[in-house]
């Protein structure tokens, strides 16, 4: 139940106001696509070790697709492991903003392709500002997914930790890339520019 009084009150925090738009925009998946390619874009074009940045990102969305939306937003329904969002579970009193998702609240995808994409930037940038933009985008993403009233604390929680592994993932497939086959395709392709 104190997992519903934050949402309930992160959801009523500044109502009306353009949190709302800011929140709504946060959260758009649209909004984040193109966030993506702009950072990946910038890195193409200003880094010489783009190739390691842009295939430990591309790794980490395949784990994001394959684990975050296929097995654990698809599948879970069918063994029982749904849990219902919170505007869902609770019309009369929190009110959802954004797109109005009906798959598992559990676990967030936007905070685990946001903490994923933020991860690898520090792992490959060790700068402070990069540190600190990445920490800032990510807890912007939290308080947006609870304004929206889409997630509980626990399923933020859990889409931190999937961010975290596949950062972990894609940086340690990156590293030990030339002997796996699935990376060859990616190899030849960055070194073929």
């Not at 940038?125 to 933009?133: L, V």
């Amino acid at each position: 139940m104190l997992e519903f009084v934050i949402v309930k009150a992160m959801n009523e925090f500044a109502r009306g106001t353009i949190l709302d738009s800011i929140s709504y925009l946060i959260s758009s998946r649209l909004f984040l696509v193109i966030l993506l390619g702009i950072l990946m874009l910038v890195i193409f074009k200003f880094d010489k070790k783009y190739k390691k940045v842009i295939i430990a990102l591309i790794v980490a969305i395949i784990l994001y697709f394959l684990i975050g939306e296929i097995l654990l937003k698809i599948i879970s329904p069918y063994v029982g492991m749904e849990r219902t969002r919170p505007y869902i579970a609770f019309p009369d009193e929190i009110i959802p903003i954004g797109h109005l998702n009906t798959d598992s609240s559990f676990p967030s995808s936007h905070m685990s392709s946001t903490v994923a994409v933020a991860a690898i930037l520090c792992f490959y940038y060790r700068k402070k500002w990069i540190w600190i933009s990445g920490i800032a985008f990510s807890v912007l993403m939290v308080l947006s997914r609870l304004h929206n009233g889409m997630h509980y604390p626990t399923d933020i929680l859990g889409g931190i930790l999937l961010g975290l592994i596949y950062a972990s993932l894609s940086a340690l497939a990156r590293i030990n890339y030339r002997p796996l086959l699935l990376f060859k395709s990616f190899h030849s392709f960055f070194y073929s520019f």
